[in-house]
T-cell receptor, first 116, second 113 residues
């Protein structure tokens, strides 16, 4: 099993450009998440998807959109990138309470994004 | 929403000594508390977790304790080794939903040789 995978690993954008971060998991988890990690701020939730077909805002959703393409894939889109979105982005997945599995969140390797 | 406070932000201990990292949470409905270890440039990895119906859990040199009344939980690492050097994050999750974890801001653990 690959676990949680993300692409790309690194990206440099100019202010105003758009891009999509891709995430996929092969653990049959219902729930998927996007976090951003900034120095001294820990990990903050951007959006999550409790199950296929649903998405909800997290703590810091402004400037982002998401798509839960199917059970395996959850993408994060920046429509008009800003320097404040320079960060490391982590995708994660977990079993939901109804799946009868441990909740624990499993993280992808991260995408290091720089917006100039 | 949930708020998780983590202390200290940096902890330096001698190799072989014990390390303790403490977290408090605000939402009494939270019922799951994982700890993650993140090495430089790597992803956070789950090292131990505890549910609210358990007061203590141990896995070799790592243990976690939970005090629901006081709403705090702690990570204990005994006989520390150089490979324990990393940033450790605590987190909390409210029961019944799949709305993600709330993380503490992290503790940079430094093991001095």
């Amino acid at each position: 099993n690959a676990g949680v995978t993300q692409t790309p690993k690194f990206q440099v954008l100019k202010t105003g450009q758009s891009m999509t971060l891709q995430c996929a998991q092969d653990m049959n988890h219902n729930s998927m998440y996007w976090y951003r990690q900034d120095p001294g701020m820990g990990l903050r939730l951007i959006y999550y998807s409790a199950s296929e077909g649903t998405t909800d805002k997290g703590e810091v959703p402004n400037g982002y959109n998401v798509s839960r393409l199917n059970k395996r894939e959850f993408s994060l889109r920046l429509e008009s990138a800003a320097p404040s979105q320079t960060s490391v982005y982590f995708c994660a997945s977990s079993a939901s309470p109804g799946q009868g599995l441990l909740y624990a969140g499993y993280f992808g390797p991260g995408t290091r994004l720089t917006v100039l | 929403g949930e708020n998780v406070e983590q202390h200290p932000s940096t902890l330096s201990v001698q190799e072989g000594d014990s390390a303790v990292i403490k977290c408090t949470y605000s939402d009494s409905a939270s019922n799951y508390f994982p700890w993650y270890k993140q090495e430089l440039g790597k992803r956070p990895q789950l090292i131990i977790d505890i549910r609210s119906n358990v007061g203590e859990k141990k896995d070799q040199r790592i243990a976690v304790t939970l005090n629901k009344t006081a709403k705090h939980f702690s990570l204990h690492i005994t006989e520390t080794q150089p490979e324990d050097s990393a940033v450790y994050f605590c987190a909390a999750h409210s029961g019944g939903g799949a709305d993600g974890l709330t993380f503490g801001k992290g503790t940079h653990l430094i093991i001095q040789p």
